[in-house]
C-alpha cells in the first residue's frame, strides 16, 4: 500500500508546513505496512499519484484524480473540498475526508475580533491614530446584549456561539436539519427560517460551505430582511454572498456594514469598492490560520489512517453530493 503526501511548498513558519516531525508521526502509524512519500514538487506528487491507494495534502497541491485507478481514500488538509469534487471523483468509489472542525478555535476568536472591532469602533480608532488624533468615541457599544445570528452551527458555527454567549450575546442560529439546541445557544431553527430571524439580528454570521445550495444564498433579498445597523461576517466562503448585491446593500445603508474573510473573488481585485468602504473589514482569508494548524491537521488525519489500517469507518467523511 502506498500512501501520498503532497505538502505545501513553504517556509517554516508557514501554518501549513509540513514538518518532518509529522512525517515520522505518520510513519509510526503505518509501522512499515505503508510506504509513505511526501513531495512539495508537483511533478513528482503526479508520478506518486499513479499507484497511490491514499493521498493526503491541501486540495491545491493534491494532483487531478483522472485516470487513477488505484486511489480509495483522499484527506484534505483543508475543510473546503470543492476542488476536490470532480465529477469523475464524485461519480468513483473513492471515500473523501476534510479537516473540519481544526479550525474552529482561530475562527471563532476571528469573529469576535470582527464583532468588536464594530462594537468599540477600533477602526475609526485606528485610522484617527495614524493621523495623530485623540477624539475620544461617544458612540462605541457593548457585544453583551446584541443578537447574533449564526447561520451554520456546525464546528466553527458551534465555537462562535458559545464565544458569543461567554461576552453575553443572545445567540440564534439556523442549521439544516434539526438538533438539539446547545445550551449556549438560545433559539435554534431550521435553515427555512433565515428570513423571519434576519430581522433579530445585530450580527449576521455565516458558517457555511459553499454548495449549490448555498451559492449566493445571500443577495439583495437577504439584505432587505437585516437590520439597516446589522453587520454581516463571512468566514464561510465568498460565493455565498451575492457581492455586486452587497457592495449595493452598502452603499445605500440598507445594512450597516461587512466583514469579510473571504470573498467571491481572491484575491479580491485592487478595483473591488469594498476595499474603501468605510463600514467594510477586510482579511485575506486567513481566520483559519494558527501556528497549531498543520499539528491539529495531521493529529486528525493520523486517527483516521489508524481506522483505515484496522478497517474502522473514518472521520470526517465528505458527502460528494452536497459537497461537505
Not at 477600533?122 to 485610522?127: G, K, V
Not at 468615541?137 to 458551534?158: C, F, P, S, W
Not at 493529529?299 to 474502522?312: Q, R, T, W
Request: proline fraction near 5%.
Amino acid at each position: 500500500m502506498k500512501l501520498l503526501i503532497a505538502t505545501y511548498p513553504v517556509r517554516a513558519s508557514h501554518p501549513h508546513f509540513f514538518k518532518p516531525a509529522h512525517l515520522k508521526q505518520i510513519k509510526s502509524i503505518t509501522k512499515n505496512k505503508v510506504e509513505v512519500r511526501a513531495t512539495a514538487d508537483k511533478k513528482k506528487a503526479e508520478l506518486y499519484a499513479r499507484d497511490a491507494d491514499i493521498i493526503a495534502g491541501h486540495p491545491g497541491d493534491i494532483p487531478r484524480l483522472v485516470g487513477i485507478r488505484n486511489i480509495k481514500w483522499v484527506q484534505s488538509f483543508s475543510a473546503g473540498v470543492d476542488k476536490l469534487l470532480t465529477p469523475e471523483v464524485i461519480r468513483s468509489p473513492i471515500v473523501v475526508t476534510n479537516v473540519s472542525g481544526i479550525h474552529a478555535t482561530p475562527i471563532a476568536e476571528h469573529v469576535i475580533g470582527f464583532m468588536l472591532t464594530f462594537t468599540r469602533r477600533f477602526r475609526e480608532t485606528w485610522l484617527n491614530q495614524t493621523k495623530h488624533i485623540w477624539k475620544p468615541d461617544q458612540t462605541v457599544t457593548e457585544l453583551r446584549g446584541k443578537t447574533v445570528l449564526i447561520a451554520g452551527l456546525g464546528n466553527i458555527g458551534g465555537e462562535v456561539a458559545r464565544l458569543s454567549h461567554c461576552f453575553g450575546a443572545r445567540v440564534i442560529a439556523v442549521s439544516r436539519n434539526a438538533r438539539a439546541k446547545p445550551l449556549y445557544v438560545d433559539l435554534l431553527k431550521t435553515e427555512k427560517y433565515l428570513d423571519s430571524l434576519l430581522p433579530e439580528a445585530d450580527f449576521v454570521c455565516i458558517c457555511l460551505p459553499h454548495t449549490k445550495d448555498t451559492h449566493h444564498l445571500f443577495d439583495m433579498s437577504k439584505f432587505k430582511h437585516m437590520k439597516r445597523t446589522a453587520i454581516l461576517i463571512n468566514i464561510g466562503r465568498g460565493g455565498i454572498i451575492n457581492e455586486k448585491e452587497l457592495v449595493a446593500a452598502l452603499k445605500k445603508k440598507i445594512i450597516g456594514g461587512a466583514a469579510l474573510d473571504v470573498t467571491e473573488e481572491e484575491p479580491l481585485s485592487p478595483r473591488s469598492p469594498l476595499w474603501d468602504m468605510e463600514n467594510v473589514i477586510i482579511t485575506p482569508h486567513h481566520s483559519g490560520m494558527s501556528e497549531k494548524y498543520m499539528d491539529r491537521a495531521i493529529a486528525l488525519f493520523c486517527g483516521n489512517l489508524k481506522n483505515f489500517l484496522a478497517g474502522k469507518p473514518l472521520k470526517n467523511i465528505v458527502n460528494k453530493k452536497l459537497g461537505y
